[in-house]
Structures are given as C-alpha cells and as structure tokens.
C-alpha cells in the first residue's frame, strides 16, 4: 500500500456519483432463501482488520456500493444486486437492458428498482455484452423474449459450451473462487475484487435475435444509435463494446473494469489472448474516445471526462500489453512460467493505479497462463516430464524427509519464520501421504488461513479459506448449477453428443460395440452414434450403406430427457432398445465434489 495514494478519494466519489436509490432491503429472496444479500457486508463499513489485505478491503467498500444510479442522460446502472451490473438505456418507447446480471430474481428486482423511480417503461431490447452467464443469466427477470436480443457473433456457442464440457469441474472450483460457503466477515469471504459474490437465483436464456458480427456496425434499438465493436478473444471468447454517440457514452463491456482481469480464471477455462485484449483497447481509444464523454462497463463503477477515459483504457491496455510481451521476453530466454512470475513487475506508474491491482486475476497467475498459452504446460525440464502423481510424490517426499514427524517439524519451522508459502508446500504433501493426519490438515488449514488474509486478491483470499474449510470440515458442495433447462435447451445436437462421449468410462467399454441411429424429428436431422474402442463417435447426416443396431425417432427434448435418466417411454424405434441400455451402462456420472485440498 505504500506506493498506492491512499488518499485519493476519486474512486469513492466516482462510484457515488449519481446515486439515485438503494434497494431497501438489498436481500433478493426466492423460494424462501436469499439468492442475494448485501447487508451482510454490512461489516465493510468498519476500518480494515489485521484479517484483510487493505487495499482488498478498499475494493470492497467500492464494490459492496448498492443501487440505482445515473450515468448520464438517459443512462442508469444497477449495481451491487449481483456479481456483474446492468445497465438500462432509455429510448423512445421504453428501456433497452444491457446484460441482465446472473439470475432471474436479481434482475427483476433491479428493473423494478429502475421503474420505481424512472417510471413503468416497457423492456424494449435486450444487449449481451458477451457470452459469460453473469452477463444474460438473469434475462427472464427483464423481458420474455419478443423483443430484439442482440449479442456478438458466436454468443450462443461460447455461452453453453463453456458450461457443458468442463462445467463440473468448473463448478466445484468456483466454490473456491467466489468462497460462497465462508462467512461474510472480516475473517472470511469480503467480495472477489469483481464484484462481491455471484448470486445463487434462478439462470435462464433466450436466444439472440441479432448477430452482432464486424466493428463499425450501427443500429437502431428503441430509437437509440449504437455503433459497435466486437472484441473476440478478449475476457470472453465472444464479446464487444458499443458506443451511445447521441449520448456520448462508452460501454467496454467486461474489457476494461476497475482491476486487473483474468487471463486464465482460477475456476478454469480457456486462455484469454492478452496481445489481442490490448490490440482491441488501443482500437476502442481511436474508435471512440473522441466521441465519449464517459466510459462505463459490466462491473465496477463509471469513468467521466475525455482525458480521464483515455487514462483509464490506456493504462489497461498497457497492463495487458506489458505482462504479455515481458512473459515472452522472458519465455525466449530460457525462463520458465513459475520464473517469470516470480520476476514480473509492472511499470511504476500501473503500480501505483489501483484499477491495475490484481483483485480478480493477478501478476503470477496471469502471467502463468501466458507462458500456458504459448508452450502448455511442460516447462521443458525432463524431470518434470513423468512425475509421480501427487499422492504417490507427497509419499516419497515425506520418506526423504524423515517422515511425519521430520515433515511437520520442518513445516513449523517454515511456518514460525513466516515462508508460508514453502509450509504449504510441504503440509500439502503430509495431506496427500496420509489424508488421515488430523494434526497436518490442522497445521495446513492454519498457513492457509493465514495466506488468505494477507492476500490482495479476492479470488486468491476466498480459495486459499476455502481450502481451510475443507480440510477441517469437509467438502462444500457447489451452490452454482449452470445446468439450467435453457442452458440445456441452448446446446446443438453435436454438443449434446459431445457432452455424452465425454461420460463414456473408456475402459469399461472397450469391448462394446454398437451404433444407434437418432432421428431428431422436430428438426428434421439425422444423427448417428458408434461407440467402438472405447470412444463415442458422432456424425451428422451418416450415409445409410450401414445399417444401425437401433434407430429411435424423437425430439430434442426427448434425446435431453433419455441421456438425464428418464424412460424412452413414446419413443418410437426399429431394433434392439437393449442396445441403449448398453450405451447408458458405459456412461459414468461426473462428481461434482471431487477433493481438491486433499486425496
């Protein structure tokens, strides 16, 4: 903090600027239980404890801000009802919405929160920003469809394919990430740098009416001029900025927000390209910084006035930039990703911005998923080539080490000196070795606890608590389920088939062999299915020389309904239904509690 200037107000200001109305209270309810509650953060208003990084702490204070506000003429933001914001642009007739946070129950009661104050407008169109789900989840809570859905080129792939494939695993480590089972308190879970938390409410979807496919698009929504700039492989894989020229107002979506992103999140996903992020801000400066009086975006709070705005997407730009081109500065000279993130500093003048501070993604981590990006995960020294797999590795190394009791005398004297990091490392391995060991869970749970109040970032800080938790209390199951019927709807009949081949326990089926052919009768498509060797094939329109061991005809909500479990009652076939209970007894279900801080 030292370097930071702690009494620089601006933020504080910006972020009360146009305050209209909170929710009152700011608890959203549904079915019962609060899927959203700000009050309690309540404790964000005392001064920083010993428990908390301080400038985190700040980021909270900025972040936990709840309600209504006006950005400029004609334009307001909800924020602090969930992770993300949404912003409400008034047009002729009604309001266009942008990116309707994450659940149905937060956006509603936000848009009624609007209407409280800013009259009964109808919902006239909807806007994605882009494709992650805090930023359309909520859309059924705004409108039911029958309006104009614009979205970038390549939304609706990206939307429900990142939740398909990987989306257990990515689920379970978000409980890490956002820490929804810590108590909100000055010791445990205080926001996520992005936002305070992601809301745990009802997620929907409807389809995009409208591609939003080159830059320099224009159009027309409720009377309002909207010229747009798609931003593909920036913090989304399909995203874009827009730009209100009548009201001169700039919208960068989830590019350029009040910390320092993710490249790669620790929840998983695909690397981010960060030479294309910095290419598309340098491009939203000479697009549109001429024609923008202020600059606003998915989270965190507005920037006003021309030399501020091109301050603020400079210095962004520049971050993304710089740890892009040192990483394979220092990649080319022989330095592995670990190395580099240890050596990596930004420029005196980012470190002393606070929209440039790691609250989200982070120096080390980001920089780690550059190196990822450009050489993978093989840091090219051969002893790291065929490692033992941790639990087997922790036994050898507590062995070396004289054992349990060599391990835990070595961690406490690591631990006592302050290296935290180093006792982690090595209370880590007397986890793995013996699971069972009730005083190196303990002993662990305290470095980790310990590493998470010190930590500036808030996605580090809820993992590292997170991970004390379960080690002294067990698994925390997830409590985001982005399994949602729409998201299900969403997916194409080759996704569909994706997601199954990936359950098939390999092993167990190598002596199987079968082909099915399915007959999607409401969209009038033929698909065929054949497992061999262990591995679920998939081809679309397959050529009818060969013949399948069983064709079934039925829809698409019929197939989604067969591959969760429920009878083929109605299902017309020819051939043998046995061979679907064959398929269905290969298919393995995902664990959506695997460990991760132990065995």
Not at 373 to 394: C, I, K, M, S, T
Not at 494 to 515: K, N, T, Y
Not at 546 to 569: E, V
Request: hydrophobic letters at 40%.
């Amino acid at each position: 903090m030292a370097d930071l200037p702690v009494d620089d107000r601006a933020d504080f200001e910006a972020a009360d600027r146009g305050f209209v109305a909170a929710l009152d209270p700011a608890t959203v309810t549904a079915d019962g239980r609060a899927v959203w509650d700000t009050e309690s953060y309540s404790f964000l208003q005392q001064e920083c404890p010993d428990t908390a990084h301080p400038s985190l702490w700040r980021q909270g204070q900025l972040c936990v801000k709840q309600g209504l506000y006006a950005v400029t003429d004609g334009i307001y933001q909800i924020r602090g009802l969930d992770l993300s914001n949404m912003t409400l642009i008034e047009g002729e007739r009604g309001v266009i919405v942008v990116d309707p946070l994450l659940s149905v129950e937060c956006a509603a009661a936000g848009l009624k929160l609007y209407r409280d104050h800013r009259g009964d407008r109808p919902v006239t169109a909807v806007i994605y920003t882009h494709s992650h789900a805090d930023h359309f989840g909520g859309v059924r809570g705004v409108t039911g469809g029958g309006v104009p859905i614009l979205a970038p080129a390549g939304f609706m792939h990206h939307a429900v394919s990142e939740n398909v494939y990987a989306g257990t695993a990515m689920n379970r480590r978000a409980t890490y990430m956002y820490g929804p089972a810590l108590p909100r308190s000055p010791e445990g879970q205080i926001g996520c740098g992005l936002g305070m938390t992601t809301s745990t409410g009802t997620i929907s979807l409807i389809p995009p009416t409208k591609d939003i496919t080159r830059t320099g698009q224009e159009e027309t929504l409720d009377g309002v001029r909207i010229v747009f700039q798609i931003t593909p492989g920036t913090e989304a894989p399909a995203e874009m900025n827009f730009l209100i020229p009548d009201r001169r107002a700039l919208c960068m979506a989830e590019n350029a927000t009040h910390t320092q992103h993710n490249i790669l999140t620790l929840r998983g996903a695909q690397v981010r390209d960060a030479r294309v992020w910095a290419r598309y801000l340098t491009e939203a400066i000479a697009l549109f910084a001429d024609h923008a009086d202020v600059v606003f975006a998915s989270h965190h709070w507005p920037t006003w006035g021309r030399e501020n705005i091109v301050r603020f997407v400079s210095r962004q730009r520049d971050m993304y930039a710089y740890l892009h081109d040192q990483t394979l500065r220092m990649l080319n000279k022989g330095m592995t990703g670990v190395e580099i993130a240890e050596a990596m500093r930004l420029p005196p003048a980012l470190e002393q911005a606070w929209h440039t501070h790691g609250y989200y993604g982070s120096v080390s981590h980001n920089v780690k998923a550059i190196y990822q990006r450009y050489l993978g995960w093989f840091d090219g020294n051969p002893a790291h080539l065929w490692e033992h797999p941790p639990v087997e590795q922790a036994r050898r190394y507590v062995e070396c080490m004289g054992g349990r009791e060599g391990v835990l005398a070595f961690a406490r004297r690591y631990l006592d000196d302050g290296d935290l990091r180093f006792a982690a490392a090595l209370l880590n391995h007397a986890v793995f070795a013996d699971e069972h060991d009730d005083q190196a869970r303990s002993m662990l749970a305290e470095v980790y606890t310990r590493l998470g109040h010190g930590s500036e970032n808030g996605t580090w800080r809820n993992f590292y608590l997170v991970g004390a938790l379960e080690l002294t209390g067990g698994v925390v199951p997830a409590d985001i389920d982005t399994s949602s019927p729409e998201l299900m709807a969403a997916l194409t009949v080759e996704q569909i088939f994706d997601s199954l081949a990936i359950r098939v326990d390999g092993p167990r089926a190598w002596e199987e062999s079968l082909a099915i052919d399915w007959h999607l009768t409401d969209l009038n498509q033929y698909h065929r299915t054949t497992l061999s060797n262990g591995a679920l094939i998939h081809q679309a329109d397959p050529p009818p020389r060969q013949p399948a061991d069983l064709t079934l005809a039925l829809t698409k909500q019929q197939l989604l309904g067969l591959l969760t479990g429920r009878p083929a009652d109605g299902i017309e076939h020819e051939g043998d239904m046995n061979v679907l209970a064959r398929l269905i007894a290969v298919l393995e279900d995902p664990d959506p509690a695997f460990a991760i801080v132990t065995p």
